[in-house]
């Protein structure tokens, strides 16, 4: 079965820094995907980032990067430079297949 | 473009009444899905399709139907309305073709009473 791992309830951070979601996934499926996506207090979904399992290369995109260790089945976000708007809920989510499945989320907090 | 759009935005329930969800999208995307967002917690899938006909049952089905007449809507039933069904509501999209992004509607508040 597959399984998203979010460990992290609540973060807090302070605005200029960096900080690291972690997720860890369980899957015996050697082709899948992985992705963050954010939940601000108005409730969409914002797609952030996407890994895939072949790929050699840690996914970039802006601020956003995901640290991914296959072996260790590891996904995390980390965001540098934190922004009072990045305040928000993060969801690591996993495509296996046709389906995705979302972890239970971290609740970030950027502290002025 | 719209992308994904869900009716209603908000609905309140008695127990026991029917309703049904509408999703719509027009990126002409196989794949459509139905999750489910408990206050604080993840989404959960519902019921997916992945085109015309197709549909299958995700990770909680239970108290919930679908169907896919058409590439562009996905309608979720509630046939028995409970408590327990007090969530929001999320309907998704993606192309099915690869990069498996999920597009998202803005959701449905829903609450049985």
């Known amino acids: 079965a597959q399984k998203i791992t979010q460990t992290q309830p609540g973060m807090f951070v302070q605005e200029k820094e960096a900080v690291t979601l972690d997720c860890t996934y369980d899957?015996?499926?050697?082709?899948?995907?992985l992705f963050w996506y954010k939940q601000p207090s108005s409730g969409e979904m914002i797609f952030l980032i996407y890994?895939?399992?072949?790929?050699?290369q840690n996914a970039t995109e802006g601020r956003y990067s995901l640290n991914f260790q296959k072996a260790r089945k590891s996904a995390n976000l980390v965001i540098s430079a934190s922004q009072l708007g990045d305040s928000a809920m993060y969801f690591c989510?996993?495509?296996?297949?046709?389906?995705?499945?979302f972890g239970a989320g971290t609740r970030l907090f950027v502290k002025a | 473009n719209a992308g994904v759009t869900q009716t209603p935005k908000f609905r309140i329930l008695k127990i026991g009444q029917s309703m049904t969800l509408q999703c719509t999208q027009d990126?002409?995307?196989?794949?459509m899905y139905w999750y489910r967002q408990d206050p604080g917690m993840g989404l959960k899938l519902i019921y997916y399709?992945?085109?015309?006909?197709?549909?299958d049952k995700g990770e909680v089905p239970n108290g919930y139907n679908v169907s896919r007449s058409t590439t562009e809507d996905f309608p979720l039933r509630l046939e028995l309305a409970a408590p327990s069904q007090t969530s929001v509501y999320f309907c998704?999209?993606?192309?099915?073709?690869?990069?498996?992004?999920?597009?998202f509607g803005s959701g449905t508040q829903l609450s049985v009473l």
């Open positions: 899957t015996s499926d050697p082709s899948y995907g």
């Open positions: 990126m002409n995307h196989n794949y």
């Open positions: 998704a999209s993606s192309p099915g073709t690869g990069d498996e992004k999920l597009f």
């Open positions: 890994q895939g399992s072949y790929d050699q």
């Open positions: 989510a996993m495509r296996e297949g046709i389906r995705t499945i």
């Open positions: 399709s992945v085109g015309a006909g197709i549909t």
